[in-house]
């Protein structure tokens, strides 16, 4: 658990500066995470216990400016408490520190592979994930795991992060149009989770299977039918 001194009297969420009102770099900022958060609103749709925020500040002093990552995961919190939901991250109301983070990295490099290590190794962020398609000689995404107060590099692709039930890693697919590289969850064999899209895409197929199922099921049974009465038999009088 976070370690600091606190003022006495500390101020809530909703009295503290919820947008700093920088805006992200690109698109990619937003729709990554995104992907990430749909995906798990499927998967995780029956929990209640779970928040997976974007771009939202995480307030760890009232006198000191959030930090605010592209997403991020936190366990073991209510999922909205009421229907203006959360404003901000604040961890004295929470109690609970992330579990994971995540930063994508755009043009206007922002110490993700420096500061930021040693500020969520501070929190005491277990996972602090780094993507960057840009990279030439490394690899584009990066896990690090807080192990003894300092940060791991994990090489997996996908990664298994057993305190949350999740792999984390990167591949080829569509997302909003887009055929790229995106960051996935994954099951325990490595099988990656299906986007919103894809999961529609796969329940229409399997709807259109069983209906053509049915149809010719329907088609023998008419063929059955026209067999018994050119043998002189009424199928609808049989016993």
């Not at 006198?63 to 901000?88: A, C, M, Q, T």
């Not at 991250?89 to 755009?106: G, K």
């Not at 930021?116 to 896990?143: C, M, Q």
Request: glycine fraction near 6%.
């Amino acid at each position: 658990m976070l370690e600091y001194n606190l003022p006495r009297y500390l101020p809530s969420a909703e009295e503290l500066p919820d947008s700093d009102e920088t805006p992200v770099d690109n698109e990619l900022q937003e729709l990554i995470p995104g992907l990430l958060k749909a995906i798990l609103l499927i998967l995780w749709s029956e929990r209640m216990d779970w928040l997976f925020a974007i771009d939202m500040g995480i307030y760890y002093h009232p006198d000191k400016p959030p930090i605010v990552p592209n997403g991020f995961l936190s366990l073991g919190v209510e999922r909205f408490y009421d229907e203006e939901l959360r404003p901000s991250y604040v961890l004295w109301d929470e109690n609970v520190v992330p579990i994971f983070v995540l930063e994508v990295v755009s043009q206007n490099y922002r110490k993700e592979y420096t500061t930021k290590l040693d500020e969520y190794a501070a929190l005491g962020v277990l996972y602090y994930v780094i993507y960057s398609s840009r990279r030439r000689r490394k690899p584009h995404l990066e896990v690090h795991k807080l192990v003894n107060g300092k940060y791991e590099l994990q090489e997996e692709n996908p990664v298994w992060l057993p305190e949350i039930g999740l792999g984390i890693g990167c591949e080829r697919g569509n997302y909003c149009g887009v055929t790229r590289e995106w960051m996935y969850w994954y099951d325990g064999q490595g099988q990656r989770y299906l986007t919103p899209a894809e999961q529609v895409k796969q329940e229409t197929q399997r709807a259109q299977q069983e209906a053509q199922r049915a149809q010719k099921a329907e088609e023998r049974v008419q063929q059955l039918t026209e067999q018994l009465r050119a043998l002189g038999i009424d199928p609808d009088n049989l016993g």
